[in-house]
């Protein structure tokens, strides 16, 4: 069984950065494709970026993009989402999310298979 374990969200200002972490079980991270997705209250689900389970393409979403890196440490079995520049329209409950092994990058919440728990991130404005 899969488990996704996120960290690091928090309450924080405008301009200011999060970096999250999501720990995986199993070797997971290294052989599927791994994406943030995150859900403000009463939206839905909204992508955020995916991983190639290569790392050799990432996409993220435009409302991101330049603003938020994510990256993997494969020997910590660790996905991360370094968050910079935070604006109020961020704030959400943020998910880790892995496809099954070997399947190709998607946008869409119902080709994952795995979710964590989600963690909060709050920015004021």
């Known amino acids: 069984q899969v488990q996704l374990v996120e960290s690091g969200g928090g309450l924080v200002q405008a301009g200011d950065s999060l970096r999250l972490s999501c720990v995986a079980s199993?070797?997971?991270?290294?052989?599927?494709?791994m994406a943030w997705f995150r859900q403000a209250p009463g939206q839905e689900r909204e992508f955020v970026v995916v991983?190639?389970?290569?790392?050799?393409?990432?996409y993220y979403s435009d409302s991101v993009k330049g603003r938020f890196t994510i990256s993997r440490d494969n020997a910590k079995n660790t996905l991360y989402l370094q968050m910079n520049n935070l604006k109020a329209e961020d704030t959400a409950v943020y998910y880790c999310?892995?496809?099954?092994?070997?399947?190709?990058?998607?946008?869409?919440?119902?080709?994952?298979?795995?979710w964590g728990q989600g963690t909060q991130v709050t920015v004021s404005s």
């Open positions: 999310a892995a496809r099954t092994y070997y399947s190709g990058n998607s946008r869409r919440p119902n080709d994952y298979a795995y």
């Open positions: 991983m190639h389970w290569t790392a050799d393409s990432t």
């Open positions: 199993g070797h997971i991270i290294s052989n599927s494709p």
